[in-house]
C-alpha cells in the first residue's frame, strides 16, 4: 500500500507559463467545497496539514484571498452544496470567518456547514457566531482528555485541561445538529487507563459523533502495531451499545437521527473543490494541490490565477481503486454504484484485490453488496492511515521545495 500511495502520488508541477486550471464543472453536478485557514495559535507535533502561527496581519490578507478565489469558483460555473472548512484552525478570526461563511451561501445554494474548531473557542460569542451563520456541524480537536498526553502534544497550555475542555463540549452540547469530538490512539505514552477513561469521558458526554484516529507520521512516538490494533478493539467495544460506525474510525451515537460525517467528507463525496493554502481537491479524476506558501497563495489569487501548484491526473485504474477505498471505508458499497460511474466490468477490474481482501477475512459479499466484516474495519484503518501518511508526505514535500 504504502508503494501504491507513492506512485499516486507522484504529481506534476503546473509550468510557471501558463496560468494553473482546473477542470469545467459537469452541467448540473453539485459539488463539495472544502476551505482551508492554515494559521494555529500552537503548532502541534502530531498535525502535518498545512498550518503556520498565527500572524493577525497575514490572516486578515488571507481571508480576502480566500473570498476572491470564492468568487473565481462561482465564475466558473462551480455550484456547491455542502461546505467544510478545515485547517488550521478556521476558527482564529471569527468575524473573517463569518464573512466567509456568509459569502459562501451568497455564491452558492449551501444546506450543509461543517467547521473544525479547538475547545479554547468554544466560547458563548464564537459558538453564536457559528449558529448565526447556519453552521450545522462542528468538530472539536480534542485528541484526549489526559493531562499528561496533552502536555505531551504541546496542547495543554493553550486549549486548557482535560476537565476544562469536556466542560466546554457539555455547553456546546445541543446547538449544533451534530458535535464532533476528534481523538488520537496509540501514543507511546498512552496506556489502557488512559484510552478507557477518555471512552467513559466520551459515554458521560454523550456526543453525537466521536472520531479516533490512529496517530499518523508526527513528531510523536507511535505505540506498537500490535498495541494499536489492541487500542482500535477497546475503541469499538467501548463506544459499542451507545455509538455506531458510521466509518471505520468514526462513531455516531445511537438515536441520535441520520449520521453526519464530519471529517470524511472525501468519503460522503465523489469530488470536492479544494480552496485555501495547501488545501486539495478532486475534480474529474484529477487531484490537485493549492500552493502551500501563504504569501504566494495571495499573490496568485491577487493575480487573478487559481493558486494551484501541483497535479495528478488518475487514470480510470486508479479512479476505480480510489473510489474502492474511499467506499468501503464507510462500511458497505454495493457494486451496482460502482459499475454505474466506472462502467459493467468495473468489479472485474478490482478482482485480485476483493479476491485477496476476501481470502484474508476483510470482506464479505451479501447480494449485490461487499461489506467490511470486524478484521476489515481495521484494515480499512491500516489502509486509510497510509493513504494520508502518504498525502501527508506529498504535503512536506511541497512545503520544502516552496521556501
Not at 469530488?271 to 500552493?291: M, R, V
Request: glycine share 10%.
Amino acid at each position: 500500500m504504502r508503494g501504491r500511495v507513492r506512485r499516486a502520488l507522484r504529481f506534476t508541477p503546473v509550468p510557471d507559463a501558463r496560468p494553473p486550471a482546473v477542470p469545467p464543472p459537469a452541467p448540473g453536478t453539485t459539488y463539495l467545497l472544502y476551505l482551508h485557514v492554515p494559521f494555529c495559535e500552537e503548532l502541534c507535533p502530531f498535525c502535518s496539514f498545512n498550518r503556520v502561527r498565527l500572524d493577525p496581519v497575514a490572516a486578515s490578507r488571507y481571508f480576502e484571498a480566500l473570498r476572491a478565489e470564492m468568487r473565481a469558483y462561482a465564475r466558473l460555473g462551480y455550484q456547491f452544496d455542502a461546505a467544510y472548512v478545515g485547517g488550521g484552525t478556521p476558527t482564529v478570526q471569527p468575524r473573517e470567518l463569518a464573512s466567509v461563511l456568509g459569502l459562501a451561501r451568497q455564491l452558492w445554494p449551501i444546506r450543509s456547514l461543517s467547521v473544525e474548531t479547538n475547545p479554547n473557542h468554544l466560547t458563548s460569542e464564537i459558538l453564536g457566531m457559528l449558529e448565526e451563520c447556519g453552521v450545522d456541524r462542528l468538530s472539536v480537536g480534542v485528541q484526549s482528555f489526559d493531562d499528561g498526553l496533552l502536555e505531551s502534544m504541546h496542547r495543554l497550555r493553550r486549549f486548557g485541561r482535560g476537565e476544562e475542555i469536556r466542560a466546554r463540549l457539555a455547553s456546546a452540547r445541543g446547538r449544533f445538529a451534530t458535535l464532533n469530538a476528534d481523538m488520537i490512539f496509540n501514543q507511546a505514552a498512552q496506556s489502557d487507563g488512559m484510552l478507557a477513561r477518555d471512552l467513559r469521558i466520551l459515554r458521560e458526554l454523550g456526543l453525537d459523533q466521536v472520531t479516533f484516529y490512529p496517530l499518523m507520521s508526527s513528531r510523536l512516538r507511535r505505540g506498537p502495531r500490535a498495541r494499536e490494533r489492541r487500542f482500535y478493539d477497546l475503541i469499538r467495544a467501548g463506544l459499542g451499545g451507545q455509538y455506531s460506525p458510521t466509518t471505520a474510525w468514526c462513531f455516531s451515537r445511537n438515536g441520535a437521527g441520520k449520521a453526519m460525517l464530519i471529517d470524511e467528507y472525501i468519503v460522503a463525496r465523489e469530488q470536492y473543490a479544494g480552496l485555501g493554502s495547501g488545501s486539495f481537491g478532486y475534480l474529474d479524476g484529477l487531484l490537485y494541490a493549492n500552493t502551500f506558501s501563504v504569501p504566494d497563495y495571495i499573490a496568485a489569487v491577487s493575480r487573478g490565477e487559481l493558486p494551484v501548484a501541483s497535479a495528478r491526473s488518475f487514470p480510470p485504474a486508479w479512479r476505480l481503486r480510489y473510489d474502492f477505498l474511499m467506499k468501503l471505508f464507510a462500511g458497505r458499497l454495493e457494486m451496482a454504484e460502482l459499475e454505474a460511474r466506472h462502467g459493467e466490468r468495473a468489479v472485474r477490474g478490482l478482482g485480485r484485490e476483493i479476491a485477496f481482501l476476501r481470502g484474508i477475512g476483510a470482506l464479505r459479499r451479501e447480494g449485490g453488496e461487499l461489506a467490511l466484516t470486524d478484521a476489515g474495519n481495521y484494515a480499512w484503518v491500516i489502509l486509510m492511515r497510509e493513504f494520508f501518511t502518504g498525502v501527508n508526505r506529498l504535503r512536506a514535500a511541497c512545503r520544502v521545495k516552496q521556501k
